[in-house]
């Protein structure tokens, strides 16, 4: 058996790239490790792959769950960090955070399908046995995932995160209340999606539209973020504003460009919550 922590560090992604959380993804993991510590594992040929079979099915379990009892409100993804040194999570193998919000229209199934083909390499064999599938539905369930995904995702810009210009311009623009500069950096689809948990109420969950979303973001940051300091940085390998109070992080904003270099959609995490790990 590998060393634990490095055990958890792989098992992590099979959970978060399901549940979009940090906590329950630990949590999950922890679950399944000491029942796995509980019972004979001498007939276990292939304990790393029992594990992440665990892992999935009740990360699975934990997301149908989480999915019933939550409200008609935005719940965004928990954020991670690109650039923690030593960081106990397996980045590399996290999903975008544009793309963690996408997977949102998928079923559990169909999402954990989606995530064991594209993300981990798995084939559909592969997938039947640790989902408790038949082959032919698995295929089945991966076509449907594609072809909601398809239906749902504009063409996105590939930007990477060390471009800091873009961002830059963008704090320039909104500290002077430079709008005719915002405009032009916004797409005509742009979306603000917030999420404040159940303990900040934000001023809008969803804005879409340049002309409303012009003016939710000078509107917050005017009156709420203006004395904040701006931080530049990488979230799920995208660009992100983070807004500071003193040492606290009050509000993480992960953007996301479409083809012309646009913005399409900001994600807006304010829940102090999912702000936690910072």
Known sequence: ????KILMKNLFPYAYNILGNIADSQDVIQDVLIKFNEIETTSISNQNAYLIKSVINQAINLKKKSDRERSHRISLPEPIINNHGESKIEIEEILSYSMLVLLDVLNTK????FLLKETFDYNHEEIANVLALSVENSRQLLTRAKKKLKQNRPKLAIISAKETGYLEKYITAIRT???KTLEQMLSEEVRVLADGGTKINVVAQLTSGIEETLKLITYVFEYYQKGFDIKIDTINH???????EGSQLMNCQIFELNQKGRIINIFSVVDPEKLMPF
């Not at 169909?110 to 399908?113: G, S």
């Not at 995208?238 to 500071?244: M, R, V």
């Open 1 to 4: 058996m590998e060393d634990l």
């Open 110 to 113: 169909e999402r954990a399908v």
């Open 177 to 179: 209340g430079d709008v």
């Open 238 to 244: 995208q660009p992100a504003l983070l807004f500071y």
